[in-house]
């Protein structure tokens, strides 16, 4: 089982919006619901942003949005803010064999 | 609430074995969720090792598979990692989590150590 693919790399400037992508194949992204997206900043755990490909958990900013189309699924982060540079991983289900395979995880830098 | 703490040796020699153990506070490992390790080589990214339920069902990375072992002990509240025959590819920080169950990803996660493999 790869890697999903993600952008090594996406930037914005503050107060704008980016957007991650996350492209899997029809054994992972494609054929299930459940793509978690996390933030992680230097030298810390990751945090989990999105569940179910959509859905925030509590105390987690509605400035973060998750959607799924095909094989791919996106992090959009609205309203960029300097606290929001981190590394972003995505993360898929992918069957029962294997269960879970994560992204290759983009760096987000705001300008 | 639920928090995860990873201990262990943080130099292991070549063709060894690293033995981790995550302890569970705030909370049971005996609660509906299954309980994860996921690893990160320095610079590099995430992979998922494996996951136990409190009953001791398994399941682990296929890549991983043949030198694995997640064992739970549930009168000490932790879970712990057995993984043998290492290589310095096998340095990383590795993380215990809390899986949300059915695929759904990692909601708690626990600081991280480092393992080192070398002589």
């Known amino acids: 089982q790869s890697a999903l693919t993600q952008p090594a790399s996406v930037s914005g400037s503050p107060g704008q919006s980016i957007t991650i992508s996350c492209t899997g194949t029809?054994?992972?992204?494609?054929?299930?619901?459940?793509v978690s997206w996390y933030q992680q900043h230097p030298g810390k755990a990751p945090k989990l942003m999105i569940y179910e490909g959509s859905k925030r958990p509590s105390g987690v900013s509605n400035r973060f949005s998750g959607s799924k189309s095909g094989n791919t699924a996106s992090l959009t982060i609205s309203g960029l803010q300097a606290e929001d540079e981190a590394d972003y991983y995505c993360?898929?289900?992918?069957?029962?064999?294997?269960?879970?395979?994560f992204g290759t995880g983009t760096k987000v830098t705001v300008l | 609430q639920v928090q995860l703490q990873e201990s262990g040796p943080g130099l292991v020699k070549p063709s060894g074995t690293l033995s981790l153990t995550c302890a569970v506070s705030?909370?049971?490992?005996?609660?509906?969720?299954?309980w994860s390790w996921v690893r990160q080589p320095p610079g590099k990214g995430l992979e998922w090792i494996g996951e136990i339920y409190h009953s001791g069902s398994t399941n682990y990375n296929p890549s991983l598979k043949s030198r694995v072992t997640i064992s739970v002990d549930k009168s000490k509240n932790q879970f712990s990692l057995k993984l043998s025959s290492v290589t310095a590819a096998d340095t990383a920080v590795y993380y215990c989590?809390?899986?949300?169950?059915?695929?759904?990803?990692?909601?708690?996660w626990g600081q991280g150590t480092m393992v080192t493999v070398s002589s």
């Open positions: 029809s054994s992972d992204v494609g054929s299930y619901n459940l």
């Open positions: 993360c898929s289900y992918a069957g029962s064999s294997t269960l879970y395979v």
């Open positions: 705030g909370g049971s490992i005996s609660s509906s969720n299954w």
């Open positions: 989590a809390r899986d949300r169950g059915e695929g759904d990803g990692f909601d708690i």
